[in-house]
């Protein structure tokens, strides 16, 4: 069945550092990609997506690039700040119904 | 602004005792699922439903059922609660569509069962 795969975590760095959050997925047919953020004592809201090969998802100075031939949406951001520290998940949606299947999530810690 | 809500942000249970949570949206979606959320696992579908009346199995099924009786509202039910029953449930909504579209989550209701 479809499947994602993302790095374990925390991944902890200091403002202004680049961040990378890998994300690989394994899924019949041409999938939805998405990242999905969860702040602390909140619920998930959708921070970007991409929905066919190559296309570029972004938001908020955040960016993933669906790459088929490696099955692959890695997020990445050029400078994080403190308030970026959350839990990242990245997610799909298979063909037909609208169900997600998701990773595990990795939390982001920034420090100041 | 958009709104998924649950009815309590924490709850504490007793085993055995059956167990009611409650979600609501205010953007006339139709479709709308119940997750929980583990540490190391991520969230897990447990139901969803396309339409009033309507569910369907997700993931993780067993020892839980559903309610949707009106558009807005879908209810989970535990209905013999268990310690391994504990977790993060979350509740979300989307419109119709396929697997494009956002899902909206309220903010979850952590639930303890002793």
């Known amino acids: 069945g479809d499947s994602v795969t993302q790095m374990e975590g925390p991944v902890t760095l200091s403002e202004e550092a680049f961040l990378t959050i890998n994300c690989t997925y394994t899924?019949?047919?041409?999938?939805?990609l998405f990242w999905y953020v969860q702040y602390p004592g909140e619920g998930l809201q959708l921070l970007l997506k991409a929905t066919k090969a190559d296309d570029k998802g972004s938001n908020k100075g955040f960016e993933a690039t669906y790459r088929k031939e490696t099955t692959s949406f890695h997020l990445e951001k050029g400078s994080v700040q403190v308030s970026d520290s959350a839990v990242y998940f990245c997610a799909l949606a298979g063909t037909g119904f609208q169900k997600l299947v998701f990773g595990t999530g990795t939390r982001l810690l920034v420090s100041p | 602004d958009v709104k998924v809500t649950q009815s309590s942000r924490y709850l504490v249970k007793r085993t055995g005792e059956k167990v009611f949570l409650e979600c609501v949206q205010d953007?006339?979606?139709?479709?709308m699922f119940w997750y929980r959320q583990d540490p190391g696992l991520g969230l897990r579908l447990i139901y969803f439903s396309y339409d009033v009346k309507m569910k369907e199995k997700g993931d993780i099924p067993e020892g839980y059922s559903v309610s949707r009786e009106k558009k807005e509202r879908f209810s989970l039910i535990l209905e013999s609660a268990s310690t391994n029953q504990t977790s993060m449930y979350l509740c979300a909504s989307a419109i119709r569509g396929g697997g494009r579209n956002e899902q909206y989550f309220g903010p979850g209701t952590r639930l303890t069962v002793t």
């Open positions: 953007m006339d979606h139709e479709n």
């Open positions: 899924a019949t047919g041409y999938p939805s």
